[in-house]
């Protein structure tokens, strides 16, 4: 069974940061493009960070330019999105998303991290930013 789950939400002061994990299992994430995602309250699932099979391309909502950075291990078949200056807005549910790439290059609606294009989703993680 392909899964997905992730780790490492909280609540954290406005300028902290927190790192969240992603782990699969079932599968093995070498050949998959993975994703970051965030659903606030009253708004629509948005794509934060995206990255190729390969970790040669990444792509970063323009609201998290700089401050987060999206990152897999492969050995460990865990995905990670550390995230730096948090202020609230960022407050969201979190969510880590898979597609299958293998060998062919991303599709220009995957490259721009739109969420219909990914396959396997986790559950979430809550994200508050807050004083």
């Known amino acids: 069974q392909l899964q997905l789950v992730e780790s490492g939400g909280g609540l954290v002061q406005p300028g902290g940061s927190l790192r969240l994990s992603c782990a699969a299992s079932?599968?093995?994430?070498?050949?998959?493009?993975i994703g970051w995602f965030r659903q606030a309250p009253g708004k629509e699932r948005e794509g934060v960070s995206c990255m190729s099979s390969s970790g040669g391309y990444t792509n970063y909502a323009d609201s998290v330019k700089g401050r987060f950075t999206i990152s897999r291990d492969n050995a460990k078949n865990t995905v990670y999105l550390q995230m730096n200056s948090l202020k609230p807005e960022d407050t969201a549910v979190y969510y880590c998303?898979?597609?299958?790439?293998?060998?062919?290059?991303?599709?220009?609606?995957?490259?721009?991290?739109?969420?219909?294009?990914?396959?396997?989703w986790g559950q979430g993680t809550q994200v508050t930013v807050s004083s």
């Open positions: 998303a898979a597609l299958f790439q293998g060998g062919t290059a991303l599709t220009a609606a995957q490259a721009l991290c739109i969420a219909d294009e990914y396959d396997y």
């Open positions: 079932g599968f093995t994430l070498d050949y998959y493009a």
